[in-house]
C-alpha cells in the first residue's frame, strides 16, 4: 500500500534495465509569456495551421497507398481520403465567402458522405480530374503555403512550454519541437479512429462486427510477420466497433469474436516493441530522472538523468536515486532541489532492515521534502543530510570524477547505471546487478508507491481497509 516489492516481471537481468525507461507523462500542454498578437496574426497563424494538417493528412494518405499494406487497408485509407477531400471543399467555400470565384459547392462541406471500409473513396464531384489526380499525388497548388514554419517560428524564442498533469501541476519542460511531434501524432491517430467510428456508427450490429473481424485478420498477418507497430495500429482500429448495447448474447459475442481476443493481440504488440509499461497500463515503479522531468537550468551544465547507484554506501539497504523532479537555476553558487522522497525515487532492499528503514521516513519526513545539493559549481556541492534526526543538520561533500561518476568523499561514489533514454551503463549496470544479487540473493527492491503521507503511516498500525477511506486516495 505504501510500499511495493519492485521484482523485474521478465527476468532480472534482461528487464530490469528495461523497467527503467524513459518515461515523459502525457498531459495537455500550456504556454507562458507568449506574446500578444494582433487578431490578423491569429488568422493567418490558424490559415497556417490548417494548411499544415492537410499536408500531415496527404504524407499520410501518400504513405498509406503505397504501403505493402494498400491492396487491403481500404477503411483507414479511405478515412484519411475523405478528410483530405473534405477540408479543399472547406476551403473552396472559405474561398466562395471571401469574393473568389469559385466552382458552386454546398455550404456545409461537413455535410460529404464518408465511404469508410472495403469500398472505393466517394470525391466531390466538383472537382476536376487535374485536381483528384494531385489529390492522389498529394500536390494540390497554393496549399500548404507557410507549413514550413515549426512551432518554434511561430511561438517566437519568449514562448515558454511546459508539460502539466490533469491537475495543472507543471511536471516537465519541454521545446517547441517535441511539443509539435506529440500534438501532430496525436492528432492524426485521432482523425483516423474518429472517421472509422462515424463509419461504423451507423452499421448494422453484424456488419459493424464483420468489419471490425476483417480488419483483425489483417492485423493478425502483421504480426505473423513481425510488424507489430501496424498491427497495434490496426488491433486499435478494431476497437471503435465495440458495441455492447444489445441483447446478452450478442454482448457475449461483441466480447468472446473482438473484444478478448484484439485486446489480448494488442497487448502482445505492445511486449514484442517493448512497451511494457503501456501494456500493463502503468507507469514504471522507478521513474528515471529525464530531460522532459528535471528542472535544471541548461546553464549549470549538470546532468543527473537516469537512475544513479551509491556504490559504497555503508548503509547498504538503500541503493537508488533519481533525480525526476530536480530543480536549480543559474548562475552559482546555486541549491538543486531533489525530491528524493516521493513515491519511486529511492530504492531501498526488501527485507526487514530495508522496510525498517522506510517506516522510519514514513513517520518523520513528509514525501513533498526535498534532498539539497548546495553547488558551489558544475563540479563540486555540499550535500544536506536526509534525515537531521540520524545525521544532524550538517552536509556532506561530493565532487565530480566524470560525467557518470560523482565521489561523495569518505562514503560512496554515485554512479549512473541506466542513463535517461533508458538504456544501461555497459559498466555499472552489471556491477550493480552483481553486486545486489550477491549482497541480497532472492531478494527484489522496495519503493515507496504513494505520496499519501496519511497512507505512508497508516499502513504499519491498520489494514488497507481502515486506512484507503480514512486518508483518502493513495
Not at 485521432?190 to 463509419?199: D, N, Y
Not at 482500429?237 to 448495447?245: G, P, R
Not at 521513474?287 to 559504497?312: H, Q, V, Y
Amino acid at each position: 500500500m505504501g510500499y511495493a516489492p519492485f521484482v523485474p516481471r521478465y527476468g532480472f537481468e534482461d528487464a530490469y534495465p528495461q523497467t527503467y525507461v524513459e518515461v515523459s507523462p502525457s498531459g495537455p500542454w500550456y504556454t507562458e509569456e507568449q506574446p500578444a498578437v494582433y487578431w490578423q496574426q491569429e488568422m493567418a497563424a490558424a490559415q497556417r495551421r490548417e494548411a499544415a494538417e492537410v499536408r500531415l493528412l496527404e504524407s499520410e494518405l501518400h504513405a498509406a497507398r503505397t504501403s505493402p499494406l494498400a491492396a487491403w487497408l481500404r477503411g483507414p485509407v479511405t478515412c484519411i481520403e475523405h478528410e483530405v477531400v473534405r477540408r479543399r471543399y472547406a476551403a473552396k467555400v472559405n474561398q466562395n465567402f471571401r469574393g473568389k470565384e469559385t466552382k458552386s459547392v454546398a455550404a456545409d462541406a461537413s455535410s460529404l458522405p464518408l465511404t469508410v471500409g472495403f469500398e472505393s473513396p466517394v470525391l466531390v464531384q466538383d472537382m476536376t480530374a487535374a485536381e483528384r489526380q494531385r489529390d492522389e499525388e498529394g500536390l494540390v497548388d497554393g496549399e500548404g503555403e507557410g507549413c514550413s514554419q515549426s512551432f518554434a517560428d511561430i511561438l517566437g524564442p519568449s514562448c515558454v512550454i511546459k508539460r502539466v498533469d490533469k491537475d495543472q501541476k507543471v511536471i516537465g519542460h519541454a521545446d517547441p519541437n517535441e511539443m509539435q511531434q506529440e500534438l501532430v501524432a496525436r492528432a492524426a491517430t485521432q482523425k483516423r479512429l474518429g472517421a472509422c467510428a462515424e463509419h461504423v456508427h451507423h452499421l448494422p450490429r453484424k456488419e459493424k462486427l464483420q468489419w471490425a473481424l476483417d480488419l483483425k485478420d489483417k492485423a493478425n498477418e502483421c504480426y505473423t510477420q513481425s510488424r507489430f507497430e501496424e498491427a497495434a495500429r490496426l488491433y486499435n482500429d478494431c476497437l471503435v466497433a465495440l458495441d455492447f448495447d444489445g441483447k446478452e448474447d450478442e454482448t457475449a459475442e461483441v466480447v468472446a469474436k473482438l473484444q478478448l481476443p484484439v485486446c489480448t493481440n494488442l497487448a502482445a504488440c505492445l511486449i514484442e516493441m517493448a512497451k511494457y509499461e503501456e501494456c500493463a497500463g502503468l507507469t514504471p515503479p522507478f521513474e528515471s530522472g529525464t530531460l522532459g522531468n528535471m528542472f535544471l537550468d541548461p546553464a549549470l551544465d549538470l546532468n543527473f538523468t537516469g537512475i544513479w547507484w551509491m556504490d559504497g554506501n555503508p548503509l547498504i539497504w538503500e541503493q537508488l536515486v533519481s533525480f525526476a523532479g530536480a530543480q536549480g537555476m543559474a548562475p552559482y553558487p546555486t541549491t538543486v532541489y531533489n525530491p528524493s522522497s516521493l513515491a519511486g525515487h529511492w530504492t531501498w532492499s526488501d527485507n526487514f532492515f530495508g522496510r525498517g528503514i522506510m517506516m522510519f521516513y514514513a513517520f518523520t519526513e513528509v514525501a513533498e521534502a526535498t534532498h539539497d545539493f548546495f553547488f558551489t559549481n558544475k563540479t563540486y556541492a555540499d550535500i544536506d543530510a536526509t534525515s537531521d534526526l540520524v545525521f544532524g543538520d550538517g552536509t556532506f561533500p561530493m565532487s565530480k570524477i566524470n560525467e557518470d561518476e560523482w565521489d561523495r568523499v569518505n562514503s560512496y561514489v554515485l554512479r549512473r547505471i541506466v542513463y535517461g533514454d533508458g538504456t544501461p551503463h555497459p559498466v555499472f549496470w552489471p556491477k550493480f546487478l552483481d553486486w545486489y544479487k550477491s549482497t541480497f540473493p532472492g531478494l527484489g527492491i522496495a519503493v515507496m508507491s504513494s505520496n499519501n503521507d496519511c497512507i505512508r503511516r497508516c499502513q504499519y498500525v491498520a489494514p488497507c481497509m481502515v486506512c484507503q477511506p480514512l486518508c483518502g486516495v493513495a
